[in-house]
DNA sequence: GTCTATACACCGATAGAC
DNA sequence: GTCTATCGGTGTATAGAC
């Protein structure tokens, strides 16, 4: 097994238990691999498979999520292409936020630079999309933080009142929130 | 010290370390208790203690933050309350949402009804206060969530981002976006 | 590379003195 | 009620055979 497959493995389990809940036992069953196999591929142990999974799942959003937004194209139809990928992302609302997850605990003390880094690339990509279909620049970047949060926000809902419903609006009125004319946003 | 003193102290606990991570020895030090008399307040171990704070918080979450919202008075000055005490009970941004923290892992199979109705009460509340503002049912109920989903992705952008303006700024805006002509808020 | 077996610390929980 | 001492189990991590 490639140390790829391994991590793409482990994700879910840091996904649902989060830092102290994924248990070496736990990432051993998800993977296939026996402990010491894991310690094979992550020598540092469970704080570098942490790593790794942040490292791939933040990849993985950079090239799905925010990849569209630096894409030629109408602002509308770039932020239409992210909300597209995010429902994808995260399964419509059933999967949680991992960089939400870590940000507790003894994990957050790990990985609160990466993490703040990973949030702040994301929106400073959509803030760049609002200034260029002519918001100013201070009310592009407070509109952007507005989708993260909304987003973040929709995952919880959606993950407490198991229902898909809030998160899918969200995704759904969002292009037209982040453009909709300075009067009318507050 | 009475059981309650000692709920009172097992909160920032919980809710810094999540439920995993709040060991007993955490909790131990965070009382100035031995773990033997923690046993003995709470025979059930960790599941007791945590299933004591999260009845401690919500209580004090419905008396200040839900009761203004069934006081007499307009609508607006009544959420302009909710949000004044919101602010509080947060620390400003400063505090995480112990339901959010408590909706993953082993405590979300624990707890997960509970953390349930407490967000549903809250939100029903405000759909209540929007109701009697003209607003149809339907519509009450959406922007109510959508109060919910802002607060809970505003408390996690203000960690992450070590900032507490997102936070404020949200609930600065908050009473004017729920009271909004419904042509203006898509 | 993957395994079985194991080391050692800490976990949640209990016994029993005071 | 609070403590010290300790239990069995599980946690992370390693050793060493194959």
């Known amino acids: 097994m490639s140390k790829t497959e391994a991590i793409a493995k482990l ?5 649902h238990y989060g830092y102290e809940g994924a248990t070496v036992s736990r990432l051993s069953q998800a993977t296939g ?8 591929y992550f020598p540092k142990g469970k704080s570098e498979m942490a790593a790794a999974v942040l490292e791939y799942v933040e990849r993985r959003f950079a090239q799905t999520v925010i990849a569209p937004l630096h894409s030629p194209g109408d602002p509308q139809h770039r932020l239409q292409s992210m909300c597209q990928s ?4 995260y399964n419509s609302g059933r999967e949680a936020c991992l960089l939400s ?5 003894e994990a957050n003390t ?3 630079q990466a993490i703040q880094t990973a949030l ?11 200034q260029e279909a002519n918001c100013d620049r201070e009310l592009a970047w407070e509109r952007a933080e507005d989708a ?14 198991d229902r898909t419903e809030p998160f899918q609006r ?13 009067s009318s946003s507050v």
């Open 11 to 15: 994700v879910p389990v840091f996904r």
């Open 33 to 40: 691999l026996g402990k010491a196999s894991l310690y094979h």
């Open 86 to 89: 995010l429902s994808e992302f």
């Open 101 to 105: 997850i870590l940000s507790h605990g």
């Open 110 to 112: 790990l990985f609160h």
């Open 120 to 130: 702040t690339t994301w929106i400073e990509a959509i803030a760049q999309v609002l």
């Open 148 to 161: 993260a949060i909304q987003i973040q926000g929709a995952l919880i809902l959606a993950r407490v009142l």
């Open 170 to 182: 969200i995704i759904a009125y969002l292009p037209r929130k982040l453009l909709a004319s300075a």
